[in-house]
């Protein structure tokens, strides 16, 4: 994640913007079992269709109450405040469980919404590449406007790691920030990811989520 001159929280971007589209028609008959993907960066636009559509599953009559609504990730992640934490937010909300599943790469912000799944229904497939890391800045300008800056980094940074003492296994700040938020880049197998308590299950085998 990335801290931008503007002071946008977002994160670090590949180099050329991913484009990745379901069809029509395998859109619609997904979306109708209630089964979601959030594919490619994770932008404002992709995040909002997102949480619509659990609002809407929310707001539905005929959606069965037990029913877990199921978001399949593949994304490197994307901006925090405008992306992230909306989505966030409406999972841990929804009146429906959600299950949340990592296929391919699950990073950043990816990651964190990978953890906000409902306890129980949190998976990842067997290749699934999981990664956490801390917010990466650039900033300039006079020194009260760097310090603001500096504020609302730090402030970015404990609501993560406040997050992640929610989802994973660790209750202690401090082992949260060493264990996933390091220095560097943690990247995490799906059985890794299994022991730190960020997801519930492998799946090995059938689609039975």
């Keep these: ?32 079992h209630g089964i979601y993907y959030l594919l490619g960066d994770l932008e404002p636009i992709q995040a909002t269709s997102l949480h619509q559509s659990i609002l809407r599953k929310n707001l539905d009559p005929s959606w069965p109450s ?22 966030v937010d409406i999972i841990l909300a929804s009146r429906f469980p959600i299950r949340t599943v990592a ?42 406007g760097i310090r603001s800056w500096y504020g609302s980094v730090e402030q970015e940074h404990r609501k993560m790691v406040r997050l992640l003492a929610k989802t994973s296994k660790y209750k202690s700040l401090k082992v949260v920030e060493k264990q996933l938020l390091a220095g560097e880049d943690v990247w995490l197998s ?10 519930d299950k492998i799946i090995s085998r059938g689609l039975k989520w």
Excluded: Y
């Excluded at 002071?7 to 619609?28: G, M, V, Y």
């Excluded at 037990?66 to 989505?87: D, F, K, R, Y």
């Design 103 to 144: 296929i391919g790469d699950c990073s950043s912000g990816a990651a964190l919404v990978l953890s906000c799944g409902t306890k129980g229904l949190r998976a990842a497939m067997p290749n699934a590449s999981i990664m956490f890391h801390q917010l990466s800045s650039a900033t300039e300008g006079n020194v009260e």
């Design 66 to 87: 037990l029913a877990p609504l199921t978001i399949v990730i593949n994304s490197p992640g994307g901006e925090l405040v405008g992306a992230t934490w909306p989505l």
């Design 1 to 32: 994640m990335k801290v931008l001159n503007n002071q946008t929280l977002t994160e670090d971007l590949p180099e050329q913007e991913r484009t990745i589209n379901l069809s029509s028609e395998d859109n619609t008959f997904l979306q109708n």
């Design 190 to 199: 799906p059985e890794r990811a299994l022991e730190h308590g960020l997801i």
